[in-house]
């Protein structure tokens, strides 16, 4: 992608091929690197940090990883079977509609992220349980660390979130297969409709990758500085105000 955009006028790929690498590549970092790494990290952390033996619902956290790495998997088949998506990794439509996009990687695409989706949404349940119910004792809410605060309001907003692009991505799905036309203005439908609809996910989806990482930051300079951080209380409920306010952006 670098060596494309280095200069003007280069050929180094094809357009399809580029378009194909910056949808990959921007799916891959939101989707399969972002979120599942920072959901990794915290099923790992947070239990340790709260005194629990484990996550509420283990079960339910070992569908959470192979959703997601299925979800992978399907989205970079579409590689090998004919292509990998190429109307972005926003997917407007009619950009990502069968007349524009007819190869199966808008396909792969969308099945892809529904099942990444269903998984973390599957991994923020099993947070918001684990952090409210299996807390040690005398650990009251006002007192948990901050990493473990962040952890509970960004399940909430996963919980919010990823609901609405699953919706979407069924209704592409139905649009594309079954001529639905949802997001079709020929036929009553509207393509705003999807932009709506997905950054309704967009917008808290920034918070939900950027929140672990300043638990991450709150954690570790007070530990290493020794002293307590400043303003507990204000941070946390300063998480909760861009919770909040994330949903009323877009």
């Keep these: 992608i670098r060596l494309q955009l280095l200069a003007p006028g280069l050929h180094i790929i094809s357009p399809d091929t580029f378009d194909q690498m910056f949808t990959m590549h921007g799916t891959t970092m ?38 997601q790495l299925f979800g992978g ?12 998506p190429n109307a972005g990794w926003f997917a407007y ?28 949404l599957a ?31 960004n399940s909430f907003l996963m919980i919010g979130a990823l ?3 699953n919706a979407a991505l069924a ?15 020929a036929w009553g439908g509207s393509a705003l409709l999807w932009q709506h609809y997905f950054w309704a996910f967009g917008h808290p989806e920034v918070y939900i990758m950027i929140l672990p990482a300043f638990g991450i930051i709150s954690e570790v300079i007070p530990v290493f500085s020794r002293k307590p951080i400043y303003g507990y209380e204000f941070v946390a409920a300063s998480t909760v105000a861009i919770a909040f306010l994330s949903f009323t952006v877009w």
Excluded: Q
């Excluded at 484990?54 to 956290?61: C, K």
């Excluded at 299996?134 to 309001?153: D, E, K, N, Q, Y």
């Design 30 to 67: 939101i989707f399969l690197f972002v979120m599942p790494m920072l959901t990794g990290f915290s099923t790992y952390v947070i239990p340790l940090m709260i005194g629990a033996r484990d996550m509420a619902f283990p079960r339910l956290n070992a569908m959470s990883f192979w959703l």
């Design 73 to 84: 998997v399907i989205l970079y088949f579409s590689f090998l079977a004919g292509g990998a």
């Design 93 to 120: 439509t009619p950009l990502s509609e069968k007349a524009y996009s007819s190869l199966a990687g808008v396909d792969y695409w969308i099945l892809g992220l529904a099942c990444v989706g269903i998984g973390t």
């Design 123 to 153: 991994a923020a349940i099993n947070f918001a349980v684990t952090i409210i119910c299996l807390r040690v004792s005398g650990l009251t809410i006002r007192r948990l660390p901050l990493f473990a605060w962040m952890t509970l309001v």
């Design 163 to 165: 609901p609405i692009i």
């Design 171 to 185: 209704m592409l799905l139905v649009d594309r297969f079954f001529n639905a036309h949802v997001f079709d203005p």
